[in-house]
């Protein structure tokens, strides 16, 4: 069993940035590939980003590359996304995810990961 904690949340203007953590307990860390979700409201879940066990191999969604970037330290257990040049379609929920099995690829797919946080509200006013 694995608790994720995110926090990091908030409100910012089009084009401000924020950075978001994931405070993960429980099994070893650096077992698990970590991913960042977003759910925006009355829309599917969606990939955003991941990273391997090592944190050396990243994967991020196409609206957000060059904008976000995932990164995790092993030795205080946790993950981050850091947001930059936020845009309104940018709003959503965000989770924070863990993976438990080795893949050869990074996975985009929701159900493939096996603990969730609770989410946190990043909001982008235009």
């Known amino acids: 069993q694995v608790l994720l904690v995110e926090s990091g949340g908030g409100l910012v203007q089009a084009g401000g940035s924020l950075s978001l953590s994931c405070a993960a307990s429980?099994?070893?860390?650096?077992?698990?590939?970590m991913g960042w979700f977003r759910q925006a409201p009355g829309k599917d879940r969606e990939f955003v980003a991941a990273i391997r066990r090592s944190g050396i191999g990243t994967n991020y969604r196409d609206s957000v590359k060059g904008r976000f970037t995932i990164s995790r330290d092993n030795a205080k257990n946790m993950v981050y996304l850091q947001m930059n040049n936020l845009e309104p379609e940018d709003t959503a929920v965000y989770y924070c995810a863990a993976d438990r099995y080795y893949r050869l690829e990074l996975t985009e797919q929701a159900q493939a990961y096996d603990y969730w946080g609770q989410g946190t509200q990043v909001t982008v006013s235009s």
């Open positions: 429980g099994r070893t860390f650096s077992n698990y590939a």
